[in-house]
């Protein structure tokens, strides 16, 4: 049986709530049911990024959770995703989950994530990066996570920041077999 066409949204409080936002809006665009769960620190960047509030953000998404609600849908393995993306993922939520020890729903639903065998995709949001860093990133890419960082493709021709973030989260949703439709794909 197939997953439904439903992707879990996590924003942690690293930099760059802009990608969370326009993952957002690319899978209302394409008609994928998000389900987004936002940290406490996540909001305190909102809020340093841009001029949303958390309502603002979580009126952009199909259903939304507290971030302390570990009784939530995606913290369980029974409710069918096509996986989850953190995008932005801090250090601190990305150790969280490699350690299994999970405080919060976002940390639970991507452990949760990587136990049933689903796509996990971290958008890791920090630079540079020290050892510890890196073994973290190769821990989660040994138990199936996809670590990418919100690299950008200057063959792209980004027209503005927007094109640009755009263009990167379209990429990560490929990752999940979505087209966005907002990737200039090399060579065609």
Same mark, same amino acid.
Do not use: I, N, Q
């Given at each position: 049986m197939t997953a439904p066409a439903r992707l879990v949204v996590g924003i942690?409080?690293?930099?760059?709530v802009a990608y969370g936002l326009e993952v957002l809006r690319s899978l209302r665009r394409i008609g994928v049911e998000s389900h987004l769960v936002m940290s406490r620190a996540a909001e305190?960047?909102?809020?340093?990024e841009t001029d949303l509030v958390p309502d603002d953000v979580r009126a952009m998404a199909d259903c939304w959770y507290a971030?302390? *609600?570990i009784g939530a849908g995606p913290s369980s393995g029974s409710f069918r995703t096509l996986g989850m993306i953190v995008a932005p993922c801090?250090?601190?939520t990305m150790s969280e989950i490699a350690s299994g020890v999970t405080s919060s729903l976002l940390s639970r639903a991507a452990d949760v994530t990587l136990k049933e065998r689903r796509r996990l995709v971290l958008m890791v949001r920090e630079t540079p990066l020290h050892g510890g860093h890196l073994r973290t990133m190769l821990q989660l890419s040994e138990m199936g996570a996809l670590i990418a960082p919100p690299v950008p493709a200057?063959?792209?021709r980004p027209a503005?920041? *927007?094109a640009m973030v755009a263009h990167t989260?379209?990429?990560?949703l490929d990752l999940f077999g979505l087209d966005a439709g907002t990737v200039r794909r090399w060579g065609e």
């Open positions: 942690s409080g690293a930099s760059g305190e960047t909102l809020a340093h971030p302390d *609600d801090s250090v601190r200057f063959y792209a503005s920041l *927007d989260v379209g990429r990560m």
